[in-house]
Structures are given as structure tokens and as C-alpha cells.
């Protein structure tokens, strides 16, 4: 007989869209468990791109908060790490080495650059290090 073997990630699952980046996160100091989701960038064409943030409590609908992300791109990696949203990289005509976190996905703050641009690939967390 075969075991079935589940995954739960109760704090973070990352869904990276083809027109923005979609993340949910457990962002709260409290004890009670807070998720939310958050669709950041993107675009609407191969020259229209996009730099709002998006966020919703329920999952059912989305609404935008502000000041829009810092960079203008779709194809950004995003994870969590810290209790922070950390998004990286991205391609606005050209490939970004930008890389911004956020405690609440209104406040933007810049942590560094890629040492090469990239997009459309992932940003994982591997011990205390972020691997793109």
C-alpha cells in the first residue's frame, strides 16, 4: 500500500502569473494568523507594463493599495522571507536586477541588485540566503 503524503505551507505560497506575480503571506505580528494575497506588476501586453499592487483578505476579490510598486515590469520574483515580501528582478524592455521588500506591500525599500538582470524565474529561501 502506497502512504499519501501532503505539503501544507500554512504561512507562505507563491504563485508566479505570467502578467504579474501573485503571493500569499501570514504578514502579521500578532499571534492570529493573517493571510493575504498580493498581485504586484505585471502587464497587459509586451509594452504595456504595469507597477500597482494588488491585495485582498478574503481571496475573493482583489483591491489596489498604494504607492505602487517601484518598478515599472512583469516577470518579477517575489517570496517571503523575514516576514518581509521581498520581489526581484523583473523585465520592462530590458531584464532588471532591482531588488525591493515590503512589510505590508505599500512601503517599498530598495536591498540590493541582482548581479545580473533576470525575470521570469524564481526566488526561493535556502537557510538564511535568497537564491534566484
Known amino acids: 500500500m ?4 501532503a505539503l501544507f505551507l500554512p504561512l507562505v505560497f507563491l504563485l508566479c502569473c505570467t502578467n504579474g506575480n501573485l503571493i500569499t503571506s501570514n504578514l502579521n505580528s500578532s499571534s492570529t494568523p493573517l493571510y493575504k494575497i498580493f498581485y504586484i506588476g505585471g502587464s497587459t501586453n509586451a509594452a504595456n507594463y504595469k507597477s500597482e499592487v494588488f491585495v ?3 481571496s475573493a476579490y482583489l483591491r489596489p493599495i498604494g504607492p505602487n510598486y517601484p518598478v515599472t515590469a512583469y516577470g518579477m520574483s517575489t517570496t517571503i522571507y523575514q516576514n ?3 520581489v526581484a528582478g523583473g523585465y520592462n524592455g530590458a531584464a532588471l536586477t532591482d531588488v525591493n521588500s515590503s512589510a505590508d506591500g505599500v512601503n517599498w525599500s530598495p536591498i540590493g541588485n541582482l548581479p545580473a538582470g ?3 524565474g524564481n526566488l526561493v529561501v535556502f537557510g538564511s ?3 534566484y
Not at 502506497?2 to 503524503?5: A, D, H, V
Open 84 to 86: 518581509q515580501i521581498i
Open 2 to 5: 502506497r502512504k499519501r503524503i
Open 118 to 120: 533576470r525575470f521570469g
Open 56 to 58: 485582498s483578505n478574503n
Open 129 to 131: 540566503n535568497l537564491l
